[in-house]
């Protein structure tokens, strides 16, 4: 695990994406929720990311469960499946989190408290500010001291989840003769196997 300590606002260059993180003046801080200057601007660069999307404060934890008591919450969603994201990851105080690792790489900040990142190699202090990265394959694990929790906003460089041409909202809602339509091919189709109009 690679990290970095930072007081000046950053942006993380990653794969065709810019993730801009403004806080108070002076500060990198995205996790004050008394400011409404804090916030993540994230951008997609390249042809096909063209999505510029600013958001924050974070929560004061994350809306989904996530492994060992953990939370988290998906800040910025991929535009299509496979695409990058943006997460909130929340730890309370108390955690010892199972050793796990991650198909691909994942990089973020430290946005509130603190906490430790534990590898094989040894243990590596995490504090408000500091920015890291997390090799693909990397065994790893958080843990956070009693009384203390630690908020985290980390870059994941691809998904599984997201919307294809297929399934999205707009065309899932987009009904034909009172049938989905099948998007799979430049003009649309009535799908066949579509036998019940969908609940609105």
């Not at 929560?59 to 998906?74: N, W």
Request: aromatic share 4%.
């Amino acid at each position: 695990m690679a990290a970095h300590a930072s007081d000046t606002p950053l942006a993380l260059p990653l794969r065709g994406v810019e993730a801009h993180v403004a806080g108070e003046p002076g500060t990198n801080s995205f996790a004050n929720p008394g400011k409404r200057e804090s916030c993540v601007r994230w951008v997609q660069l390249g042809p096909d990311f063209a999505v510029p999307t600013t958001g924050g404060p974070i929560e004061p934890k994350g809306r989904l469960r996530y492994i060992d008591g953990c939370s988290d919450s998906l800040l910025c969603a991929p535009p299509r499946k496979g695409d990058p994201c943006l997460n909130h990851l929340h730890f309370p105080g108390g955690i010892d989190q199972t050793e796990h690792t991650h198909p691909s790489l994942r990089a973020g900040i430290i946005a509130r408290g603190e906490g430790a990142c534990c590898t094989p190699d040894g243990e590596t202090r995490l504090t408000r500010n500091l920015i890291f990265v997390i090799p693909a394959a990397a065994l790893h694990r958080f843990r956070t001291d009693q009384g203390q929790s630690m908020d985290v906003v980390p870059y994941h460089p691809d998904s599984d989840y997201g919307p294809t041409d297929e399934e999205h909202p707009m065309v899932n809602r987009t009904l034909v003769g009172g049938r989905k339509i099948d998007n799979t091919q430049g003009r649309h189709a009535i799908a066949e196997l579509m036998t019940a109009v969908m609940p609105l």
